[in-house]
Every structure is written in structure tokens, then in C-alpha cells.
């Protein structure tokens, strides 16, 4: 029975990524930074850590008490809006700590053991908007684009070692609740008001293709089962519209 570490189980992507494994008789440690049990099935295969992944002592806390694993799932992330000119340093910082440098340093923590055993897959969890500019999200896609870019360079550090490394590039998905949770910074200022509500209305219209949180879990699913499953995997319909408009070879 295999077992998956995935950070951020306490709603969204995370939450449905965990259910799924459950489903499939995986044992799965979800973590989260206040753990909810309610959120999730009660099971023998199932442990709630705390984890917050800005923190070295939580990380190193986490990866410990979870013990051998296969599979680390990085989702973790906070998001934001706001104008590039607005958005303040302490935002920035935030952003990057836990989208960027948690990622890292959740990697890096169960290395070692996937490198001594000669196996090992390391799943990021980043976003679509990495592959097509869009106003209001420069730093959180700089955050996101940073893990592409790490993510493809380790992903040829570690194949000698048989460690896989996938991103998962998930598109908009309005079900979650991770829109409602971003960080919000200057958009009420006049300078942008134009640019603020066609962005938003944009970002709600709910008529055309979005991404659901299964589509996010079936990825996931993917990239920790499949050996031939590519490095980068976009997750929903819109993603699958982004990435081909990107030039990538997807079905």
C-alpha cells in the first residue's frame, strides 16, 4: 500500500485530492495548518498533520512524523490580486514564501529518503496562468512561474536517482473557495478601476469552460501512477484550451 504526503487538505484542490487517493486505498497524510477532520472521511489509511510550510521546524516536524512516503503532492499556495504598482513588499514576500520557497522547502525535505531508496514522485501543484499573461496576477504567477521553472531543472537532477518530478497546471475552477481567500490589494483604486471590473468579470464568468476540482485529483492521480505521464500536466478543460494555445502537445 502506498502512501501520499499532500499539503493543503483543508479545502479546494487539496481536500479533493486527498479524498480521491482515500477512494483508490492509498494511505494518505493530509496536511493542513489547523487540521479539520470534519473535512474529510474517517479512515484507517488516513492521518491529519499539522504543517505550515512557511515554517523550517513545521516542515521537518511534518515530513518526520509522516514517515516513509511515496508520493509528495506540493498544493499549498495562497493567492492575490492587485495592480503590480500596489501591491506592497510584505504581499510579494507572502506570496513567494508559501507558493515558491514552501514548495522548495517541502522538496527538499523528503529528498533524501526518495534519493536512498532510488524512488520516489514529486508532484507540484502550480496554475495555468503561468502560460498566458493576465492582469491584477503579476506576482502570484511570478510565484507559480518560479516553481515551473525549479520543478523542470530538478526534474533532470533527479531522474538518475529514479525520483519522477510533474507539475500539474490546474485552470480557473470556481468552486473553490480559493478566489474568495486571495489577498486583495488596490483594487479600488481609481487609476485601475476600468482595468479592475473587466478583469473581474472575466475572472467569475462562469459560461465557458473552468476546471474542477476532480479535474485536479484525476491530474494528480495521473502523474503519481502513470510512468509515461508527461512532466507538466495541465488539469480542466480550460487548461487543456491554454496549453494547446501555448503550443503544447496535449490531447
Given amino acids: 500500500m502506498k502512501t501520499v504526503l ?9 481536500l479533493e485530492i486527498a479524498r480521491y487517493f ?3 486505498d ?75 520557497l514552501g514548495t522548495m522547502a ?12 532510488g524512488a520516489g514522485t514529486v508532484i507540484n501543484v502550480t496554475s495555468t496562468v503561468t502560460l498566458k499573461a493576465l492582469p491584477l496576477l503579476s506576482m502570484y504567477t511570478a510565484s507559480k512561474a518560479a516553481v515551473n521553472a525549479f520543478t523542470a531543472c530538478m526534474a ?3 531522474a538518475p536517482f529514479g525520483i519522477a518530478v510533474h507539475i500539474v497546471l490546474p485552470g480557473r475552477s470556481p468552486e473553490t473557495r480559493f478566489g474568495d ?22 475572472i467569475t464568468d462562469e459560461s465557458g469552460p473552468v476546471t474542477h476540482a476532480t479535474d485536479v ?12 505521464a508527461p512532466m507538466r500536466i495541465p488539469a480542466g478543460a480550460d487548461a487543456l484550451e491554454w496549453a494547446r494555445d501555448a503550443g503544447w502537445s496535449v490531447p
Fill in 26 to 100: 492509498w494511505q494518505v497524510v493530509a496536511t493542513m495548518r489547523t487540521p479539520r477532520p470534519e473535512v474529510l472521511p474517517t479512515s484507517d489509511r488516513l492521518r491529519l498533520l499539522a504543517l505550515d510550510v512557511t515554517d523550517p521546524q513545521s516542515v521537518a516536524a511534518a515530513v518526520e512524523a509522516a514517515g516513509p512516503i511515496d508520493v509528495l503532492v506540493n498544493n499549498a499556495g495562497v493567492g492575490a490580486a492587485a495592480p503590480f504598482e500596489l501591491t506592497e513588499p510584505a504581499l510579494a514576500r507572502a506570496l513567494f514564501e508559501t507558493n515558491t
Fill in 181 to 202: 481567500n486571495a489577498h486583495r490589494q488596490g483594487l479600488d483604486d481609481a487609476a485601475y478601476a476600468d482595468l479592475v471590473q473587466q478583469t473581474i468579470a472575466r
Fill in 106 to 117: 517541502m522538496t527538499q525535505a523528503v529528498l533524501p529518503q526518495f534519493r536512498s531508496r
Fill in 22 to 24: 482515500l477512494d483508490r
Fill in 217 to 228: 485529483a484525476e491530474a494528480v492521480w495521473r502523474a503519481a501512477t502513470d510512468p509515461a
Fill in 6 to 14: 499532500i499539503t493543503g487538505c483543508s479545502s479546494g484542490f487539496g
Fill in 156 to 158: 533532470i537532477e533527479l
